[in-house]
C-alpha cells in the first residue's frame, strides 16, 4: 500500500487496516505470523513534511535461543515517524555536507509515495529480539543429552569447567 503525499487531505488521513506478509519478510528466519497484523496509523502534512504515527498489533510464533521451542511472541509497538522528500535533501548546493544527528533520524520519501507495507514491516521487525527467549528464567538443552531442561531434569553429569584451567591446576598440586 502506498500513500501519495500530494493526496493527503488537510485534516489528516487515518488507516485502520489488517495486513498479511509472509513470514521470509522478517529479520528472525524462523519466525512465523500466527494473526493478520492489526495497524492504525495517522498521517498529517506540513509543507512537505508528513508526520506518521501509529500501532501495530500482531503475534509472531518464535523460537527460543536456548531451548528451541516455539513460543507466541506478542507485539503492540507504537511509532512516530517524520518524513522527508528525499529530492531536497539530495539537491543541498554543498558538495559535501557534514550529516547531522537529524540527519540520521530522518525518514525520506520518494516521488511523493511513501509505501506503508515497508513502515509497518520494519516496525515489527525492530520489536523482534535480538535473541529471542520463552522466558528469562529458560535453563535451555541438556549439553549431553539435549534434552530440554524446562520439561526437568535429565540426570546427566555436566561438567562446568573450563579445560583451559586444567594447566594451571597442574601447577599448584
Known amino acids: ?8 487531505p488537510i485534516e489528516g488521513l487515518e488507516i485502520d487496516e489488517n495486513f498479511s506478509f509472509d513470514s521470509f519478510s522478517l529479520v528472525e528466519e524462523d519466525a512465523i505470523f500466527l494473526e493478520p497484523v492489526k495497524v492504525h496509523i495517522e498521517i498529517h502534512k506540513e509543507d512537505e513534511k508528513v508526520f506518521v504515527n501509529g500501532r501495530v498489533v500482531t503475534t509472531l510464533s518464535l523460537t527460543c535461543s536456548r531451548c528451541l521451542s516455539s513460543y507466541p511472541f506478542k507485539i503492540d509497538s ?3 515517524l517524520v518524513y522527508y522528500p528525499i529530492e531536497d535533501f539530495l539537491r543541498e548546493e554543498e558538495p559535501e555536507k557534514e550529516l547531522t544527528e537529524a540527519d540520521f533520524e530522518s525518514l525520506f520519501y ?3 509515495r511513501i509505501d506503508i507495507d515497508s513502515l509497518v514491516l520494519e516496525q515489527i521487525n525492530l520489536t523482534i529480539p535480538m535473541k529471542p527467549l520463552c522466558s528469562e528464567s529458560c535453563k535451555g538443552l541438556c549439553p549431553v543429552c539435549g534434552t530440554n ?10 561438567k562446568n569447567e573450563d ?7 597442574l601447577t599448584n598440586n
Open 78 to 80: 507504537y511509532f512516530d
Open 149 to 158: 531442561l524446562n520439561e526437568g531434569e535429565c540426570g546427566c553429569k555436566v
Open 110 to 112: 520518494r516521488e511523493n
Open 1 to 8: 500500500m502506498f500513500i501519495n503525499v500530494l493526496e493527503i
Open 163 to 169: 579445560p583451559r584451567w586444567n594447566k594451571l591446576k
